[in-house]
Nanobody, 123 residues
């Protein structure tokens, strides 16, 4: 059951930028750790970034650190993933996921998921 909504995906050239958004009309996201995870065709799901309830702490994968920034606006009940210097290997479906604690494992089961948004980095 889809409980979160992602938006902002699309086609971008290498070196470009995109900002993804994650929101919910049913749940207050400030009660959860929010994660961005991604999955490319034929590849294992991968943790990208996570942020604490109040945004006081963030975690990034080695591949996203320095290029991606996760943030949240609890007043808008929205979490963002700003992606810069995008590479073709960033192409994937990006999902936001919520849980009561930070989960980094590719096989992690989260309490809530979104439907995903496609990010394609290509010329």
């Amino acid at each position: 059951q889809v409980q979160l909504e992602e938006s902002g995906g699309g086609l971008v050239a290498p070196g470009g930028s995109l900002t993804l958004s994650c929101s919910s009309s049913e749940f207050v996201l400030s009660s959860y750790w929010i994660h961005w995870v991604r999955q490319a065709p034929g590849k294992q799901r991968e943790f990208v970034a996570g942020i604490t309830f109040r945004g006081t702490s963030t975690h990034y994968s080695p591949s996203s650190k320095g290029r991606f920034t996760i943030s949240r606006d609890n007043g808008k009940n929205t979490v963002y993933l700003e992606m810069n210097s995008l590479k073709p290997e960033d192409t994937a479906v990006y999902y936001c996921a919520a849980d009561s604690r930070l989960k980094l494992s590719p096989s992690a089961q989260y309490q809530m998921w979104g439907q995903g948004t496609q990010v394609t980095v290509s010329t």
